[in-house]
């Protein structure tokens, strides 16, 4: 019933910008705060940024600090993140997540190459 479709995702060149969004559909009871995470090949899976539904306070890894910017609509139940300068290091596939009192949800990723 609950699906998060991701989009943006795509080839790259550093310094360059994408802009990844994650739209929630079918129902989803209290989400209280979204997030991104990345995985890279043969890495385990982080944490890129939160944030908060209520207040919109956000939390940032420190490597993409002053780079990525992530924000949300509510009433289209979408949250994005904005990347810009954009490193090789970067390079991942990133998942939306949506976190519930019932329960997280997660997206099926999308793949950011970045080139040198």
């Known amino acids: 019933q609950v699906q998060l479709v991701e989009s943006g995702g795509g080839l790259v060149q550093a310094g360059g910008s994408l802009r990844l969004s994650c739209e929630a559909s079918g129902s989803i009871f209290s989400i209280y705060a979204r997030g991104w995470f990345r995985q890279a090949p043969g890495k385990q899976r982080e944490l890129v940024a939160t944030i908060s539904t209520s207040t919109g306070s956000t939390n940032y890894a420190d490597s993409v600090k002053g780079r990525f910017t992530i924000s949300r609509d509510n009433a289209k139940n979408t949250v994005y993140l904005q990347m810009n300068s954009l490193k090789p290091e970067d390079t991942a596939v990133y998942y939306c997540?949506?976190?519930?009192?019932?329960?997280?949800?997660w997206g099926q990723g999308t793949q950011v190459t970045v080139s040198s």
């Open positions: 997540r949506y976190y519930s009192r019932v329960g997280d949800y």
